[in-house]
């Protein structure tokens, strides 16, 4: 079946300007992550959401990153007023979550580049 | 708070050869799980190999083991007879309570033909 897709692949934007990030998670799957890969660093969390349940935001870097996820599938994450440092790849990942040990399986990522 | 440490930025390993991959990691928790994932250049994210810490036994996939040892915080990534497509950004993550998960820096392996 399909597996996790994002779009756009790559976004280039100004400093300043809002950018919106999509994900498509795998259909049936209740959990969904979104997270940030600098160059040279490894994946930071950014945010959880499992079914209706309130998402775990803990590691939304400020104010200016919000993400929703509608109908319990497509997530949107959302970044206003975009800086330099927001420069990175955004990966999405979901999990079925009928086990523990469940794998996340990951997008291809949004590449951003705020100039 | 959960940290994992990839010590290994860059490895290189011969085609046919073995190599092993550092991670250590630090927690409380006492039930968790953790895991190895590859990142080739097309940047998707790949799950290679996991680990229940409650089990004393190594993960074992195909080519892929680990070396878990629990007292020392430590989950090694042994990678045998090593081939091209092998070559990608290797990650070290770590699942306890909470579903969060958290990831190394990442280890750059080349196999080298």
């Known amino acids: 079946g399909a597996g996790v897709s994002q779009s756009p692949s790559n976004k280039v934007t100004e400093k300043g300007k809002d950018v919106e990030l999509r994900c498509d998670p795998i259909?049936?799957?209740?959990?969904l992550y979104w997270y940030r890969q600098s160059l040279g660093q490894g994946l930071e969390f950014l945010i959880y959401f499992q079914g209706n349940s309130a998402p775990d935001k803990s590691g939304l870097p400020s104010d200016r990153f919000s993400a929703e996820r509608t109908g319990g599938s497509v997530s949107t994450l959302t970044i206003q007023r975009t800086q330099q440092e927001d420069s990175a790849v955004y990966l999405c990942?979901?999990?079925?979550?009928?086990?523990?040990?469940?794998?996340?399986?990951f997008g291809p990522g949004t590449r951003l580049t705020v100039l | 708070a959960q940290t994992v440490t990839q010590s290994q930025p860059e490895m290189s390993v011969q085609e046919a050869e073995t190599v092993t991959l550092s991670c250590t990691y630090d927690t409380s928790e006492n039930n968790y799980y953790l895991f190895w994932y590859k990142q080739p250049p097309s940047r998707q994210m790949i799950l290679v190999i996991r680990?229940?810490?409650?089990?004393?036994q190594n993960a074992t996939e195909n080519r892929f083991s680990v070396n878990f040892q629990k007292a020392a915080k430590s989950f090694s990534l042994k990678i045998s007879d090593s081939q091209l497509g092998d070559t990608a950004m290797y990650f070290c993550a770590f699942m306890a309570t909470g579903n969060q998960f958290y990831f190394g820096t990442g280890t750059s392996l080349t196999v080298i033909p």
């Open positions: 680990q229940e810490a409650y089990k004393q």
């Open positions: 259909s049936g799957h209740t959990a």
């Open positions: 990942a979901s999990r079925r979550l009928a086990g523990i040990l469940d794998t996340q399986y």
